[in-house]
């Protein structure tokens, strides 16, 4: 074999097998993290975590939302779970269509055992409206969940109402026909959201709360925090076990880009801070 042979098979290699080889790695460490969650919980662990996943060499990052293959998969793993076993979902998502986030929250809402969505990092948009189905959120103290106002296009549908309201009926036919949209789809989120929250808090209650979210009170990235939540009713718990965060951690960003946050990745005590600072 020649030098020139070993090299153009080291190419194939890095071109098309490695590449497949470290995802495939990737995957099954992915999966054993989440079978350690299962046997530490007792629960059917489903994990939606969007993160920019490298393409081979070019590195070309795919961007991630909450897809109709998203919610197929997830209402299969719910149908493989037995009624009585409680199920963990762990969500990390910047939200997505609104049509699979509202599957996966009826299938989540309508599991006879309890349901928790774990919440890592952030959960906004259709994310969130997941997490109000189920039984009991669980979020990092510093994590965040987003409002569920419905978005017509590059708008807010409460904006699109807004804008109307100020300049009165001296519109076209087109803003017109996007009012209607805007306050069918704000009627119909706030009816939902109600649905998804009256079992749990309450015919009144569920209703001030859906209406606060939905309405367009913040911008649509608008970061509801742990205690913004519980202002607004919701109940939290911000006990997140601690493999849910090693798990997070198998979905690095792109390989060849450099991060921009660089520390020692160990954990320090009081000890070792006093060593440092001598």
């Known amino acids: 074999m020649t030098s020139m042979d070993i090299f153009f098979f080291l190419f194939i290699f890095l071109l098309f097998i490695y590449p497949e080889m470290m995802m495939r790695y990737k995957i099954m460490k ?7 969650i299962e046997r530490e919980r007792g629960t059917r662990v ?17 961007y991630k939302f909450i897809t109709i293959e998203d919610s197929e998969e997830i209402l299969r793993a719910i149908r493989l779970t037995p009624e009585d076993m409680p199920i963990d979902l762990i969500i990390h998502t910047p939200g997505g269509l609104a049509l699979a986030s509202e599957q996966i929250a009826l ?6 055992a309890k ?17 109000l189905a189920a039984d009991e959120i669980i979020m990092d103290k510093n994590a965040v969940m987003g409002p569920v106002d419905p978005q017509i296009g590059q708008y807010p549908a409460a904006s699109i109402l807004e804008a109307y ?20 789809a704000i009627k119909q989120m706030e009816e939902f959201v109600y649905e998804l929250l009256k079992d ?79």
């Open 107 to 112: 299938a989540l809402k309508e599991h006879k």
């Open 30 to 36: 992915r999966l054993r993290c989440i079978r350690e």
């Open 115 to 131: 349901t928790t969505v774990i919440i890592p990092h952030y959960a906004m948009s259709g994310g969130s409206l997941i997490a």
């Open 46 to 62: 489903i994990a939606m975590i969007h993160r920019q996943e490298a393409l081979t060499f070019l590195g070309i990052p795919i």
């Open 165 to 184: 309201y100020k300049k009165g009926d001296r519109v076209d036919d087109e803003t017109l026909i996007l009012v209607d949209i805007s306050k069918k």
């Open 200 to 278: 749990k808090y309450g015919d009144e209650k569920a209703k001030e709360i859906a209406k606060k979210l939905t309405s367009g009170t913040w911008t649509h990235d608008y970061p509801l925090t742990v205690n913004k939540l519980k202002e607004l009713g919701i109940e939290v718990n911000t006990n997140v076990p601690r493999k849910v965060y090693e798990l997070l951690e198998l979905y690095p960003q792109p390989m060849g880009a450099k991060p921009s946050v660089y520390y020692i990745p160990v954990p320090y005590n009081k000890k070792e801070s006093e060593k440092n600072a001598k």
